[in-house]
């Protein structure tokens, strides 16, 4: 199986400051003969289902916000939020799904300080 | 707009048997594969089941092979999880999720439902 590495697993950071988060895969989730990267992350709020943010690793969800990003390439991914707002508040994961086994990354933590 | 609902959770002891269903609507289910997930107390996601759109094909994770089974019933909009010979490692919120495909991300999910297996 796949592994999914998130770090940092919690992070504290002001409003309006930026939150990145890094997602590393134990193998390559670029495949080169469709040129995508298979990988997806997903915010999930206190109470709510888990929503999918990006997928393709970059591709942006319709609806979510453009102060999200999502970055990388090959093991190595990033999920960054600009100007971090109190809706942003949730534990936010990768998941990939370039084999079965589709696996997650243990998730990470987003709150206010 | 689309929507799952999943129903049947609760408490069991261990040993025993449980059958979830998820109610969806506000797409075409018919047309789309389907997956459960669950999350256990304190710990991150897992996929566990998927179903193909015709529910002529499955596919499960290890840790609930020959345990687990799914199901779904298209005429009545309906995905099911029989859950066989549960542990306490088994106790976490399921989700029912509407799964792009094997080699895809899951697009729509439900509230989730409580699995608790304790004697």
């Known amino acids: 199986d796949i592994v999914m590495t998130q770090s940092p697993d919690s992070l504290a950071l002001s409003l309006g400051e930026r939150a990145t988060i890094n997602c590393k895969s134990s193998q390559s989730l670029f495949y080169s003969s469709t040129n995508k990267n298979y990988l997806t992350w997903y915010q999930h709020k206190p109470g709510q289902p888990p929503k999918v943010l990006f997928y393709?690793?970059?591709t942006r969800e319709s609806g979510v916000p453009d102060r999200f990003s999502g970055s990388g390439s090959g093991t190595d991914f990033t999920l960054t939020i600009n100007s971090l707002q109190t809706e942003d508040v949730a534990i936010y994961y990768c998941?990939?799904?370039?084999?079965?086994?589709?696996?997650f990354g243990q998730g990470t933590k987003v709150e206010i300080k | 707009q689309a929507q799952l609902v999943e129903s049947g959770g609760g408490l069991v002891k261990p040993g025993g048997s449980l059958r979830l269903s998820c109610a969806a609507s506000g797409f075409s289910f018919s047309d789309y594969y389907m997956s459960w997930i669950r999350q256990a107390p304190g710990k991150g996601l897992e996929w566990i089941s998927y179903i193909n759109s015709p529910g002529s094909y499955t596919n499960e994770a290890d840790s609930v092979k020959g345990r687990f089974t799914i199901s779904r019933d298209n005429a009545k909009n309906s995905l099911y999880l029989q859950m066989n010979a549960l542990t306490v490692e088994d106790t976490a919120v399921y989700y029912c999720?509407?799964?792009?495909?094997?080699?895809?991300?899951?697009?729509?999910w439900g509230q989730g439902i409580l699995v608790a297996v304790s004697s």
């Open positions: 998941q990939q799904f370039y084999t079965t086994p589709r696996t």
């Open positions: 393709w690793a970059s």
């Open positions: 999720v509407r799964d792009r495909g094997p080699r895809s991300w899951f697009d729509l």
